[in-house]
């Protein structure tokens, strides 16, 4: 019946990779593939070292970047979150949207388009209609003759506390913003620990919403801490 919960940190762990993704090309034969940035104004991934990017050789060339099938029908309301940018080049600016789609029969849904020149990692929360046990998004393509556009920490699941994520690319101080993708976390925040470099270490008491700690990463903590 479908996970029931898509959150992917980055693109190294295979959460937004992996063999469940796939393809649709509704014209041409474009390809989402792995990148750094977008080769132009950005040359870093939102989050860890890869993001997703698309770009096609010829101009109309259009592709959908599907996800698993889902299993959405418990929840009341989910929502669906991702950073992208769709650079201008030259003046021209590829097609970007999202759709979802209740089974893998029934007709894709737009909920989402933008053809504007976003040259920064931009962050996009949607609302997922008609949640289902076999609940699908999509993220599509269309090669207008822009700079790559790219995509990066997708999540879906129920609207909740903001999250930040620790990648730990400066130092193992719990306290320092660079370790942070959305700043140091307080009470509110749900915090999940996904290192690049340095793991955190929690040297006194921290209270945060929830923690989730992923696949490589560790948490320390001194006696002090807790």
Known sequence: ?????????????????GPEWSLIFENGYAWWSLSYGNW?????????????????????????????????SSLASPELSFWYAN?????????????????????????FYDNSDINTWTKVILSLPNPSAYYQVAFEGTEK??????????RIGEPGAPETTWTGTVS??????G?????????????????????????????VFSL??????????TSVGD
């Open 1 to 17: 019946s479908g996970n029931p919960l898509l959150r992917v940190g980055n693109v190294e762990d295979e959460s937004l990779t």
């Open 40 to 72: 132009n104004s950005i040359f870093d991934a939102y989050e860890g070292s890869y993001n997703m990017a698309f770009s096609g050789p010829t101009i109309g060339d259009s592709t959908k970047y599907v996800s698993p099938v889902l299993n959405l």
């Open 87 to 111: 650079e201008n080049s030259e003046g021209y600016v590829n097609d970007f949207r999202v759709f979802y789609r209740i089974d893998e029969i029934s007709p894709w849904v737009q909920i």
């Open 145 to 154: 003759d822009g700079t790559m556009t790219i995509l990066d920490y997708v």
């Open 172 to 177: 193992d101080y719990w306290f320092e913003p």
């Open 179 to 207: 370790n942070w993708t959305d700043g140091v976390p307080t009470v509110n925040h749900a915090v999940v620990i996904d290192s690049d470099t340095y793991n955190p270490m929690i040297e006194t008491s921290i209270t």
């Open 212 to 221: 989730t700690i992923m696949p490589g990463s560790t948490i320390t903590i």
